[in-house]
């Protein structure tokens, strides 16, 4: 798929404020310097400020530059993608960041599938026998289950929130299960939580899950403490 000028234009400037060319409240240059710095039309960077805009990036203002937001504050989901997706490595603290929102949303969509689908459920674990020890299976083996687990809930809503970092929550999967000691943990869930679900325990299941996504971020914590 060949990539619009707006969207190019687009990406370089999302680059230019994480890299602090501009800070938040910095007014951006006007549409013509900046149609004349990118060599476009004005049309395209109109194009590309909306983007901007509708990822809470900008805010832009009738007959003034468009102002620079703080996009921790303004952002929605695409701020995130669009940041981890300017990263060629994912930065430590945005897994802990990821960590810390599946303790939460984890739990709830697991709990909708269980009391709605438990059979098929069980049956996302049957490649579970075939799963070698190495980080890209258990990247692999983890999204499908998660995904798959998510889409049998009942809200959609949960779905969508996990389609959002599609393409980023395999990198983040991958340098989380670099470890052994992550592999070995989630591989004991996996069977726990199987076992529970099987015997029709839900609320075994769901403790299990919640537990899980602690000793993840906890995991995680000591591995960028160096172990301590």
Known sequence: MIERSS????????????????????PLPPERELATHYQVGRPTI??????????????????APAVVNDYWKHGNLMTIVNILQHHDDIPDEFIVYMLELRITLTPAYVRDALLHHRLQIISLFIPLQELTDDPQSYADFDWKLQKSIAELSNNPIFLLILNSFQDIY??????????????????????????????????QAESLTKEMMSTSLELWKTKMNGGI
């Open 170 to 203: 395999g990198k983040m999967a991958e340098k989380y299960f670099l470890e052994p000691s992550h592999r070995q943990a989630s591989k004991h869930y996996y069977e726990q939580f199987l076992e529970a679900t099987l015997r029709g325990d839900l609320d």
């Open 46 to 63: 109109r194009e590309a400020l909306q983007r901007l805009e509708r990822d809470g990036w900008i805010t832009i203002r009738k007959g």
């Open 7 to 26: 969207e190019k234009i687009t990406k370089q400037l999302i680059r230019s404020i994480l890299e602090k060319e501009w800070r938040a409240n910095d």
